[in-house]
């Protein structure tokens, strides 16, 4: 048996493969020194035999690496992994999370373009959208979540995209993707869903009709906090868009990061699970406590979303927000009084986080945006970590006493 013919029954193993083999397999393809672990490629540049031969690799007409502002083999290891997770044609990575949304939308959008998305997404997302793209003549119109007639009536004849996450960040809101898939493919629009929050590990938003998944790698597919990037998967003919963009503009994944990513990858459902479980322990236990005044988590049986959640997702994540107190006061007493929980706005850490999110991570909306997506001062977002639940739910107890 040849070498090709080798590397060819592998891939067709590894394509009918569960998630947990493509998450440590996926993608690699070992050098001549027939290292085990992935390599990380520290180079910034390719050396080529001849100069018709750079020429070629330049025009695109012979694959292969030409500059690693968009052709890393490490990078490009991570690209295929988080690809096949995906089930999709094609990934690329950025250099964060908010470069995967920023380059998505300026790859497959132009002037007088419109876009629909979902109020409650990450506030940069909302920044993006209403400061820099507005900019460039592309309109947004935000809408609930859940509320798919909203969806319906936002259309025009404009309308190119469709974005949201789900579950939200912060209050847990699911989405039906399904239903907002063929909204959108009824008009001929793209559905983009951000899968950061789940994971492929949990939810599979292109088998539910999304065409195109972006990720904040730097969350749970790195899953320590070490590293900051990004990903957009889907069909190969959107993907060489972006990937042109990224060619161009330059918002790329280092290949030490690409590394980084790879290495998480190889735990991420075992990670995903455990960060569910202890989420899910925590959110019940807070919900049977005097000075909560309302737990938002999916996994809640009385979570207006919790059966459309449970259809579409494995479980149910490891973000959760709760009120507490009826103002920022309250809340802010709460978290200065933890002890073991990390004050950050980072999340999908194995180290559980603590946040207040109207004077953070969605302090650049106004106070009527907090109020139409339901941040209030007395909100707190917790990502829960790995550590040993009696230990987090005492100081969560901690918090409590405070009040």
């Known amino acids: 048996m040849t070498e090709q ?43 080529f035999s001849t100069a018709s031969e750079a020429a070629a690799r330049f025009s695109g007409e012979q694959p292969g690496n030409v500059y690693s502002r968009y052709t890393n083999p490490t990078v490009r290891t991570f690209e295929d992994r988080i690809a096949a997770l995906e089930g999709a044609e094609m990934g690329v990575a950025t250099a964060s999370g908010m470069a995967a949304v920023l380059s ?4 497959l959008l ?35 979540p859940i509320d798919a007639q909203e969806w319906r009536d936002a259309i025009s004849p404009n309308t190119k995209m469709l974005m949201l996450e789900t579950p939200s960040n912060p209050l847990s809101e699911i989405a039906d993707i399904r239903a907002l898939a063929d909204i959108a493919h009824q008009h001929d629009c793209l559905l983009v869903v951000d899968n950061c929050f789940c994971t492929p590990a949990l939810q599979l938003p292109l088998a539910l009709g999304a065409d195109i998944v972006v990720h904040s790698a730097t969350k749970y597919l790195d899953g320590q906090g070490r590293s900051v990037g990004g990903a957009v998967v889907g069909r190969r003919e959107q993907m060489n868009e972006i990937l042109a963009f990224i060619r161009t503009a330059g918002p790329s994944m280092s290949p030490f990061n690409a590394w980084v990513f790879l290495k998480g990858l190889e735990t991420l459902r075992l990670r995903m699970l455990a960060h569910s479980s202890n989420a899910l322990a925590l959110a019940m236990w807070l919900q049977d406590q005097r000075g909560v005044v309302k737990v938002y988590y999916s996994g809640l049986p009385d979570h207006p979303q919790h059966a459309l959640a449970a259809s579409q997702q494995k479980a149910f994540g490891g973000v959760l927000s709760f009120e507490v107190g009826s103002d920022q006061d309250a809340a802010w007493r709460f978290i200065d009084a933890t002890r073991l929980v990390s004050i950050t706005a980072n999340l999908g850490d194995t180290k559980t986080t603590i946040v207040h999110p109207a004077t953070t991570t969605h302090s650049r909306l106004t106070v009527e945006q907090r109020r139409e997506t339901g941040i ?9 970590g790995l550590e040993d639940f009696e230990d987090l739910r005492k100081d969560m107890q901690r918090g409590l006493d405070s009040l």
Do not use: W
């Open 376 to 384: 209030a001062d007395n909100l707190i977002r917790v990502s829960v």
């Open 5 to 47: 013919e080798y590397l060819a029954e592998r891939q067709a193993v590894l394509a009918e493969a569960e998630l947990d083999t493509q998450a440590v397999r996926a993608g690699q393809v070992r050098t001549s020194e027939g290292e085990h672990a992935e390599p990380i490629f520290m180079t910034s540049s390719y050396v």
């Open 104 to 107: 998505t939308c300026i790859a």
């Open 110 to 144: 132009e002037s007088g373009d419109h876009i629909i998305c979902s109020r409650s997404v990450f506030g940069t997302t909302t920044v993006l959208l209403n400061k820099y793209l507005a900019k460039l003549g592309i309109s947004t119109t935000f809408v609930s």
